[in-house]
């Protein structure tokens, strides 16, 4: 497909070049269905001059660069993202729909700060180090120095585009990584701006490389497969993940995988009421669902389970679907694009099929404007599933719950633990010593008590189970995206 005449292009990064690629595809905004941009794909020739420009750029400028010129750099990067704020915001509504002040709160300051942090951390992390005993007395200087992996390729989604991508990037080359990105086919734009960023901050030519496309049989699959990018680090579905698990066994290369959730919120009678539904209401509206932290379970203790459902149901019903850039309270986008509004409508049937009753939502907006060519959905809360429904086990990500009662402590626990996945969960109560009790029980990676997706970027991220494989933020990054290398110095 030709380009459309003025629409913006979306080019690959390699070398420390904007590179052209022979085939485009579009990349349709969720609110409207316009074209937001053409995007050139990368194939498998693109592939391999990024890794052998990632190679390079290890062999040279960049693999030369020491730590506190690194910090420098990843510094220069965050400060360049804040000098270009409203372009990145703007990037980040026009893939994404989101509403204009979520990408001023959230995206773009947290993709900022992940350099930041990291610059930090670099300054800050301790190597190992022994004294051995020798029986000639005179011992053994015994320590681990860490060294960068070499070329890591970041495989990004797309509900938190320019953040999931730092969080990852920024890690990868305060270790001293060169790094081979792919962000979503859906979000092709700020990862492009941060290429801008890159080049103008003088980080080296071939440290940072961006390749687009889609997954299977295109820059996805080529990054992971490539013989020569030495680590993985990926976030996205589940099922992605054991593709990507499958794709790099024959070359044996490490993983760090932050994949899906049906995360559940345990509300207590004793809880704040207000507060509680507030922060429900957060977490399962926020950015329309499509965050993998985001409640799609929620078991309220019985005496105050009416009450509660009523309340959220009214939460719901204020959401108001707005264009991207109407300052309005309880603003929700639309969903990422068509598709994904394809299979949440094929959970709302699901849940009608499975018996729920539809206490709000369950259909599509219509506006009378062109949003109706775009991806809205109704935020939508059930009541009535039995456990074994699909929309009670599967992860749908947009923006829905299923309530559901408790009696007893032990039997909420029993209920937010009885899923394959296990990111998040979320306890409510004014008894902080339950709180404590609750949240060590979560089969899980990330359990908060009285809030939601409040977090230091130093603490550890991931989840068990379905939900991935090891934990990313702060020195958790810092081990995964180097290794140690053990030397022992007889004295
Ligand atoms: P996705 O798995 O469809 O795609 C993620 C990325 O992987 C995209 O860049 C895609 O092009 C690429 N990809 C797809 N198939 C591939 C393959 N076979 N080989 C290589 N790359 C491939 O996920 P998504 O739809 O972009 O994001 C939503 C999902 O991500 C949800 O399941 C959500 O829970 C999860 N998620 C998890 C976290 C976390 O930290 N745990 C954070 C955000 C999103
Ligand atoms: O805390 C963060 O910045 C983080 N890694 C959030 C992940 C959200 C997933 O959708």
Not at 183 to 190: Q, R
Not at 234 to 251: D, N, Q, W
Not at 312 to 324: E, M
Request: charged share 20%; with cysteine.
């Amino acid at each position: 497909m030709n380009p459309s005449a003025g629409v913006v292009e979306r080019r690959n990064f390699i070398g420390g070049c904007f590179v052209a690629s022979a085939r485009q595809f579009p990349k349709l905004s969720p609110v409207d269905g316009s074209i937001v941009a053409m995007v050139h794909e990368a194939d498998a020739a693109l592939v391999d001059a990024a890794v052998a420009a990632a190679r390079g750029a290890m062999r040279g400028a960049w693999g030369r660069t020491g730590a506190t010129a690194r910090a420098e750099c990843l510094r220069r990067i965050a400060d360049g993202i804040e000098a270009r704020f409203d372009d990145f915001v703007a990037a980040e509504v026009a893939d994404t729909g989101k509403p204009v002040a979520l990408a001023r709160r959230l995206d773009i300051p947290r993709g900022a700060a992940n350099f930041r942090v990291f610059a930090d951390l670099l300054r800050a992390t301790a190597q190992d180090s022994w004294f051995l005993e020798t029986a000639d007395g005179r011992g053994a200087l015994n320590y681990a120095f860490r060294k960068p992996l070499g070329v890591v390729g970041v495989i990004a989604p797309w509900n938190l585009p320019l953040l999931l991508l730092t969080w990852k990037v920024a890690p990868a080359m305060a270790c001293g990584n060169a790094v081979v990105v792919k962000p979503s086919e859906e979000t092709p734009s700020t990862a492009t701006l941060l290429a801008e960023v890159m080049r103008d901050a003088g980080v080296p030519d071939g440290a940072f490389n961006l390749v687009h496309g889609f997954g299977p049989q295109s820059a996805g699959e080529f990054v992971t497969t490539h013989p020569d990018v030495d680590a993985i680090t990926f976030t996205g579905e589940s099922a992605t993940g054991s593709a990507i698990l499958r794709a790099v066994a024959p070359t044996v290369k490490p993983v760090s995988f932050e994949l899906g959730g049906k995360n559940p919120a345990i509300v207590f009678a004793d809880a704040d009421f207000d507060a509680a539904v507030a922060g429900t209401a957060q977490s399962v509206f926020e950015n329309t669902g499509q965050v993998c932290l985001c409640t799609e379970r929620v078991y309220v203790e019985r005496p105050i389970f009416e009450r509660f459902v009523a309340a959220l149901a009214a939460r719901a019903q204020a959401v108001q679907l707005a264009w991207p850039h109407t300052d309005v309270p309880d603003a929700m986008g639309p969903l990422i694009s068509r598709a994904h509004r394809d299979k949440v409508l094929s959970y709302f049937d699901a849940a009608r099929e499975d018996g729920a009753t539809v206490v709000t939502g369950g259909g599509t907006p219509t506006f009378g404007d062109a949003r109706d060519a775009g991806a809205y959905v109704q935020p939508t809360l059930w009541t009535g599933l039995p456990e074994t429904a699909r929309c009670v086990r599967e992860e749908v990500f947009g923006p829905v719950a299923h309530l559901a009662p408790f009696d007893t402590e032990d039997e909420a626990v029993a209920l937010a633990n009885d899923t394959r996945y296990g990111l998040a969960a979320t306890v409510w109560t004014r008894d902080l010593s339950r709180g404590h009790r609750v949240a060590q029980q979560m089969e899980c990676g990330l359990a908060w008590v009285n809030c939601w997706f409040l977090r230091d970027l130093r603490t550890p991220f991931g989840g068990a189970k379905l939900s991935g494989i090891g934990r990313e933020g702060g020195a958790h990054s810092m081990a995964f995206y180097s290794e140690p290398v053990n030397v022992c110095v007889k004295l």
